[in-house]
């Protein structure tokens, strides 16, 4: 008894395994027969299917193949959200800068021109007195 459950457990583990494999496997690298007629032989015949494929379909010197999965990250683990934050403080802070360059300069202009009409107006004062 328990060898019949040990047998269907290794059979079931071999089955699943190898429909992963195929499933996961880029259907350019199978060896053989195209990647869905592969699966159509592990569903068909499931052990001598698995067995077939690890011996003959599966793509020689390679690890089954991983997915790339991309998932979105946090902000502060994004190099590109990042460099552009970087780029934005920098951008902004030259605003600033400039904007208070000019403000400088406009206070300056104000007080030449201001001092000018205060100095004429002066004048004009004196020579009516005269």
Known sequence: MLLRVALAV????????????VIRTDGR???????????????VLPVLGAILWLLIGR???TPPQRQDYRHPTAPDDDPDFLRNLEVRRRQEAE?????????E????????????DKHETDEHDNDGLK
């Not at 290794?10 to 494999?21: K, M, N, R």
């Not at 600033?96 to 403000?103: E, I, N």
């Not at 300069?105 to 000018?116: E, F, I, P």
Request: glycine share 10%; proline share 4%.
């Open 10 to 21: 290794a059979i079931l583990a071999i089955f699943v395994y190898g429909l992963v494999d």
């Open 29 to 43: 690298l199978t060896r053989g027969i195209s990647k869905p007629a592969w699966i159509v032989v592990m569903i």
């Open 59 to 61: 793509p020689r010197g």
């Open 95 to 103: 605003a600033a800068r400039l904007k208070k360059l000019k403000d």
């Open 105 to 116: 300069l406009d206070a300056k202009a104000k007080d030449v021109d201001g001092g000018k």
